[in-house]
T-cell receptor
Framework: DVKVTQSSRYLVKRTGEKVFLECVQDMDHENMFWYRQDPGLGLRLIYFSYDVKMKEKGDIPEGYSVSREKKERFSLILESASTNQTSMYLC???????????????FGPGTRLTVL | DAKTTQPPSMDCAEGRAANLPCNHSTISGNEYVYWYRQIHSQGPQYIIHGLKNNETNEMASLIITEDRKSSTLILPHATLRDTAVYYC???????????FGAGTTVTVRA
């Protein structure tokens, strides 16, 4: 069974702390994604990676950075957490699309981050 | 990406078919219709997608109107485990970015 795992289901941090969210997939997927999901705003893409050490900004990259040193692992970093980064964070992975084809994204269970 | 409109909520009886509508009147010729769902406390799950032909898989059927301005997701025999928020998305096939709106909250009742 395909799997995307995230390091924590719930996390509470203080303003100004550096926060690491880890995501691991076991499907040998090229693409990995970090989203955040907020009531009334839906799902929004933060960053995307299509290969090791490669990354692209999504719609809302400000305040975040990412790291992909190994194919199976994609980390989201909040350099200095702020209260407006309180959210549900979702990691996903997919195969690299070719020739205009679509490859479904497989999501992890999410990390609910609260910044106090 | 074309905008989609879905009803905010709907109820369905267990064992009956659930028909979830989605309007996408501004859809372009190269845009697909995708459906994902999100069960409470879980990440979103892909269901099905289509361009203009009707599609069926082990989870659901997707019926797209001839003018492609609307579609219906059909869960043929809804179970309590199908209670979730269902998202209809329209985008080009190669676009990796997903963006969900509010979706339809489907409650399956025994």
């Amino acid at each position: 069974d395909v799997k995307v795992t995230q390091s924590s289901r719930y996390l509470v941090k203080r303003t100004g702390e550096k926060v690491f969210l880890e995501c691991v997939q076991d499907m040998d997927h090229e693409n990995m994604f970090w989203y955040r999901q907020d009531p009334g705003l839906g799902l929004r893409l933060i960053y995307f990676s299509y290969d090791v050490k490669m990354k692209e900004k999504g719609d809302i990259p400000e305040g975040y950075s990412v790291s992909r040193e190994k194919k199976e692992r994609f980390s989201l970093i909040l350099e200095s957490a702020s209260t407006n980064q309180t959210s549900m964070y979702l990691c996903a992975s997919s195969l690299l699309g070719t020739g205009g084809s679509y490859n479904e994204q497989f999501f992890g269970p999410g990390t609910r981050l609260t910044v106090l | 990406d074309a905008k989609t409109t879905q009803p905010p909520s709907m109820d369905c009886a267990e064992g009956r078919a659930a028909n979830l509508p989605c309007n996408h009147s501004t859809i372009s010729g190269n845009e697909y219709v995708y459906w994902y769902r999100q069960i409470h406390s879980q990440g979103p799950q892909y269901i099905i997608h289509g361009l203009k032909n009707n599609e069926t898989n082990e989870m659901a059927s997707l019926i797209i109107t001839e003018d492609r301005k609307s579609s219906t997701l059909i869960l043929p025999h809804a179970t309590l485990r199908d209670t979730a928020v269902y998202y209809c998305i329209v985008r080009v096939g190669y676009d990796y970015k997903l963006s969900f709106g509010a979706g339809t909250t489907v409650t399956v009742r025994a």
